[in-house]
T-cell receptor, first 115, second 112 residues
Framework: DTEVTQTPKHLVMGMTNKKSLKCEQH?????MYWYKQKAKKPPELMFV???????INESVPSRFSPECPNSSLLNLHLHALQPEDSALYLC??????????????FGPGTRLTVL | GQNIDQPTEMTATEGAIVQINCTYQ??????LFWYQQHAGEAPTFLSY????GLEEKGRFSSFLSRSKGYSYLLLKELQMKDSASYLC?????????????FGAGTRLFVKA
């Protein structure tokens, strides 16, 4: 299994809703990432987990809450989002070799629309 | 700080060769990646350079000069399916190598 899966593919939510994005990989990768990507812009790093511990939080607002229940799963919990949070949310994973991460494998993304 | 520059758009003809340049500034260079991203899809890994020189993988090659903060991606025998955005990304050693900064991407249009 050489892929990263993400669910759901599309999500529409109101500003008062609570929802979660899910990401899964079975490649034995020990680094997992959340990125946000707006149209015609590059992916922006949000969070990094290494060995199931949060290692990087790029000053992301607290309405985004990441969780890494185990080495294969990564969640992003959403609460009280704003319309400007509408974007493609990408999950990625990478192997850690020699203490540093190799290339990242990206999931297909969740297209989020906040009304 | 960190900065990555790539041309916004390029156009090339099917069967030709195209070179996409990338210049970067970072205080803790720890490797450079090239990714391909088709519209509406996730990025896919193309190549990785950490030492100076050329890395070749089939129709794709990538070059790095660390002293010049410069890389290029060379695509040979262009095909229509190569129309996509090409993202140059630099790994930052200052965060243990776990932070990768992406350039804005170069949109390549391949015409018949």
């Amino acid at each position: 299994d050489t892929e990263v899966t993400q669910t759901p593919k599309h999500l529409v939510m109101g500003m008062t809703n609570k929802k979660s994005l899910k990401c899964e990989q079975h490649m034995g990768h020990r680094a997992m990432y959340w990125y946000k990507q707006k149209a015609k812009k590059p992916p922006e790093l949000m969070f990094v987990y290494s060995y199931e511990k949060l290692s990087i939080n790029e000053s992301v607002p607290s309405r985004f809450s990441p969780e890494c229940p185990n080495s294969s799963l990564l969640n992003l919990h959403l609460h009280a989002l704003q319309p400007e949070d509408s974007a493609l949310y990408l999950c990625a994973s990478s192997q850690i070799a020699g203490g540093r991460p190799d290339e990242q494998f990206f999931g297909p993304g969740t297209r989020l629309t906040v009304l | 700080g960190q900065n990555i520059d790539q041309p916004t758009e390029m156009t090339a003809t099917e069967g030709a060769i195209v070179q996409i340049n990338c210049t970067y500034q970072t205080s803790g260079f720890n490797g450079l990646f090239w990714y391909q991203q088709h519209a509406g899809e996730a990025p896919t890994f193309l190549s990785y350079n950490v030492l100076d020189g050329l890395e070749e993988k089939g129709r794709f090659s990538s070059f790095l000069s660390r002293s010049k903060g410069y890389s290029y991606l060379l695509l040979k025998e262009l095909q229509m399916k190569d129309s996509a955005s090409y993202l140059c990304a630099v790994r930052d050693r200052n965060t243990g190598g776990f932070k990768t900064i992406f350039g804005a991407g170069t949109r390549l249009f391949v015409k018949a």
